[in-house]
């Protein structure tokens, strides 16, 4: 066995994936202990069950409840959380971490060894829905050796556990064996502060939907003098403007998920304010479907092609050369956002550029259709679905029917509630392209869960196997190098299939008040107020 | 007047069933499925159609109305499917905000509206009439979130922070919470800019409909005699006609409840306050089946009891009415 850190740069190569700009001051002031932090999400709380409930939202409350054993850095590096050490076997298999011997529970209760393995029991138990089991697959079993010492072994090397354990999602939250059999999963969706017992910086003090989330200072956190803030207090503001408007007014010190179209406008208001962002790490598609249920039942393994975009053909017509990815970001975007081609955004670990094998080329899209018998006479009509969660879907979707009016393609616009679209894109309803920004990818394995052929949420329902497979020798090769030679040939291979149509990256931004202090942008994977301070 | 009162309880009862079955089963007609958001990205097919049974969302629509219904007798409003909240305990919560909210707004319409129609009725044809009845309009034509928009940029931001652009300071000793700071100016300074975006449409048009009512009340033989006693304009104007010219806006106002509850969904969006409509709006997004029947449930409620309210108000009007 080795340890972990003195080759961890050699294990998992140099993560540029958050670039972010640190909220940290030039001039480096001591903190200052106290204050209540008001924070503003565009979203609502969906529940408080770390494990079940979906959306960031959650995430950025779960990560500051919880604790975990290891935790990442933006530059991606790990550092203890709850664990002090680590040692990873050289065949990669076995993982030993040794528990800190002063981490506590909320309730006062002793994080050990043995609720190390009750929350991967737990996540793993295909009773309980954990939304983290996805990212276990290699876990093989998790054995307790001694109090403070946990032994995890995987079936085969997996070149992100530490991901999966520090970030994947929000990394694996450690939960209290006797509070979780105490409550139900209503009562910790719910949001029950009792129920909910984390070994974080901060307690839960309360969550009432719609109302507020407020979280107190844990005073025997592990880790001496942290946090700083007394209380930290989370509204949802879901309108822009009136974000915007409790901002300017100093009700809010911070907004965790600011709208873009907004950005320019508070810079040029207020150039104190702290504008917060880094390399796209989501990407916005315009997905084509590409198979359809033979049987017409939706999610049927018997699969069809569908009428239009299984013929590669017309999906590089259309997506490819039809597309101009300049103009949507220009229009879309003020420019603010980067063109893309490839299947992982560009500020992923491990992302290719391959806009040049998709360049903006109206008279090869019209010789592709032409050669796939679509013409004048047999014009190309397709349906475009978008949805009314972000206004840029719509501005996106009507670029493009104009960019396909171009090539004599027809694009009709169906908007959509996100509930219908995520419906109908999760359960293999009936659409032929839709404009969506999906899930946050920090690392290319992390999107295997979105787009390997057998994945729910492989909405194109493309049935190729070589995606899988370049996935599987991914997540597997622990040479970083070779790693990166996976994935560049992965992102070439997609971007020549388009079963997954990039079109750009979706720019995300943090705002905050010129008094609050060293919070570090990590994109909307960690929202943590361990460390800040308010100087007011 | 008990009977009658009795008589009128007894019909909100199918009207309670018919507005919460129409809902129940549109609600279930719309695409979109609570259980994908549920489960979110862990989403699997053998997942959901698990949690579909455990909801009773697999079951016939009549067959969930029926045990929704069966629950609601015992009291029981169901729960949450997306937070587990219990739904009686959220609306309960957020029902106060809203009845305020739309108090205060229709104070605010009121305010505006009986001043102007007295003036424009007692002056018709004049300058103070044109005025009365063009401001009228104007209030007519600006929608919620526009004069909403327009008040946050004027009171919170050009005034910076003069008025609180966002959320909501409970009156004392109403806040339903653990942290919680109830007070009487916090509320107010709170519940102004919605009151008054949300009152503006409604001050318009109760000016315009009591205006034509007073018009037709100051020229009644009452009105006149009331005149010819040697009554002095004050009385005559407020007692005799403004009295009875209040009728037809009364009942109005009574049937306004329904569109300031809809026009509270914009509202309190706008300023992010946790009332009913928040609620309302976001269970329907999200699809929240159990949120959207709670939401039907006590707005219906609500609007059958307020418009009851109205209809007994009349006999204060005016004793001549009489319920048997």
Redesign the interface.
Known sequence: MRSIRPVLGLLLGTIVLLGGTAARPADAQAPKRGGTLRVAYGNEILGMDFYTTPGYEMVWVATNVGCGLVSITPDGKFFPDAAESWQISSDGLLYTFKLRKNVLFHDGSKVDAAAVKFTFDYVLDPANRANMRQFLGAVHSVEVVDPHTVQIRLKQPYAFMMHVLAVYRMGMIIISPVVTQKYTPEERRAGKPEALVGCGPFKLVEWVKGNHLVMDRFDKYFEQGVPYLDRVVIRTIKDPVTQLAAFKAGEIDFIADFSADHVDSLRAQNPRVQIMTGKETTPMVAMMKVTVPADGKPMSKDRAPHAIFNDIRVRKAVGCYGIDRKEIVKIAYKGQATPWVGIIPPGTMDTVDVNHLCPYDPARAKALLAAAGYGPQKPLVFELMTNTEKSVFNVIATVIKEQMARIGVTANIRLVDKPSWMTTATQDGAFDMYIEDLASLLTVDQNSYLSASAAAWNHSRHVDTKVDDYYARYAREMDPVKRKAIARELQEYSADKLYWNTISGSPFYQVAQPWMKDYVYQAEFKVQYRKVWLDK | MRTYILRRLLQIVPTILMITLVVFVMMRS?????V??????????E??I??RAEYGLDKPVLVQYGIWLGKLVQGDWG??I?????VLK?VM??LPVTLELIVLSMAVALAIAIPAAIIGALRQNTWADYSATSVAMIGVSIPEFFAG?LL??IF??GL??TL?????VYLPGTC????CTGSLWGNMMHVLMPAVALGIGRAALLTRLLRASMLEVIRTEYVTTARAKGLSERPVVLKHALKNALIPTITVMGLQVGFLIGGAIVVE????M?GLG??GI?AI???DYQQVQGFALITAVAFVVINLLVDLTYTFLDPRIRYA
């Open positions: 719309i695409p979109g499925d609570p994908v958001a549920l489960l979110g990205d862990a989403y699997n097919e997942d959901a698990k949690v729960t949450s997306l937070s587990g909240r219990p959220d919560i957020r928009v946050l940029l919170s931001v910076r922070g609180p652009s966002s959320g909501w339903p919470m653990i942290v969006t706008l300023f992010a946790p928040t609620f976001d997004i999200a699809r």
